[in-house]
């Protein structure tokens, strides 16, 4: 039977949603043991949630030589021993901020196959999906290696429950720290905003917001649906918002189960970022904007009324 790892990520509530359908892509067409690896010390209290989606073991990950939350090059040292140790086929993990660096830091320790941003891949036969060219082409890439190691876009691949009966590991990994790298501190740019590569629900805003305040308008309404706020390219440059907003080609790839964009033409750079999106709904004043041909639902109207008047809906639905 093949044994797979999954990166898991932890956040303030727990295992991150988007983990989840890394699960769902481990188990492939066949049915390998899936080994999640748990790195902040909260195994114990993460299980119940990985076995709903068929974790049959969980392994609570430690090192001798160091403390393993302070150092990435740690970390990676750890998940080294630990795919040697468990002899696992393929490691995958979310294409996040954290699963980028460490996945690849990870890679390059063993000298291992490393494919980031995949929208699919297949266990058995050893492919990845990836998207090239700004989304126009799907290439499928062999890995001739094993293990291999991948990194998946969140949300891209529905998470499917499968329930079963997890055990819990405690592996402590025989490798020291090379002390090349210290992470002393993590500060976040908005305390308690949804990451946008990893959210459920997304509402960008492009060059028409016109201001950088206001995008409240776009926050009253993304902190009642439980969304990230985004902005496209031509609004950064303006100088209406941060660069860590930025949706597209040339920002963040994106995959929520719903994408609003507001004031935003559709350009080909910002559809490669966020095409993936289960469903998209489009706000414009220009019923000839090109985003109309790219989107699920369109409403051809000002952001400045449309928006307001759905959080207003929003407000009265939750009381």
Known sequence: MPKVGVLIETGEDGVKEANFGVITAAHGGGDPDIYAFVLDGSANGCKEALQSYGVSKVVALGVEGGDLSSSPDLQAAALVAAIGHFSLTALLGLSSAVGRDLLA????????????????????????????????????????????????????????????????????????????????????????????????????????????????????????????????????????????????????????????????????????????????VAVNTDKDAPIFGKCDYGIIGDLFEVVPALTEVLKEQQG
């Open 105 to 280: 830091r990870t890679a390059a320790a063993m000298d291992a196959p490393l494919v980031q941003d995949c929208i699919g891949v297949d266990l058995t036969a050893q492919t990845v999906t990836k998207s090239h060219f700004s989304g126009k082409t799907v290439a499928t890439i062999k890995l001739a290696a094993t293990p291999f190691i991948c990194g998946l876009r969140a949300n891209v691949i529905e998470a499917q429950s499968a329930p079963c009966e997890a055990e819990l590991i405690e592996y402590t990994a025989a490798v020291q720290d090379p002390g090349k790298l210290v992470v002393r501190e993590v500060k976040q740019s908005q305390s308690g905003a949804v990451d946008l590569t990893e959210a459920n629900i997304i509402i960008t805003g492009g060059r028409p917001i016109a201001s950088g305040e206001n995008y409240k308008i776009l926050r009253d309404c993304a902190e009642l649906l439980g969304a990230a706020v985004g902005a496209s390219r031509a609004a950064v440059d303006a100088g209406f918002a941060p660069h860590s907003m930025q949706v597209g080609q040339t920002g963040k790839t994106v995959s929520p189960k719903l994408y609003i964009g507001c004031g935003l033409s559709g350009s080909v750079q910002h559809f490669a970022g966020m095409k993936t999106s289960k469903v998209i």
